[in-house]
């Protein structure tokens, strides 16, 4: 039994990218493309998988993220009139 199921494989491809780790600046520049491809539901591992594993360990950008995306979703998703509290 030699077959490589899917999770193995992932984690390999996680191990393979981790010595190849990126700075705030480099993660901070891509940020936006990674959001987009978050919204628009694509695999961000696969497309940017340096910026996600930067994410994973630095708080600072995740915290940037996260402020972005929520600008974007908003921008995407107009808040509806009832989500509004009375
Ligand atoms: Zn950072």
Known sequence: ???QSPIQQMVQMIVST????IGCDECFEQLDRFAELVLAGKNTAEALPLVLDHLNR???C???FEALL???QSTTFPPRPQYLPT
Request: aromatic letters at 0%.
């Open 58 to 60: 630095c708080p600072d």
């Open 18 to 21: 981790r010595s190849d780790e």
């Open 1 to 3: 039994m030699d077959i």
């Open 70 to 72: 929520v600008a974007l």
């Open 62 to 64: 995740r915290e940037e």
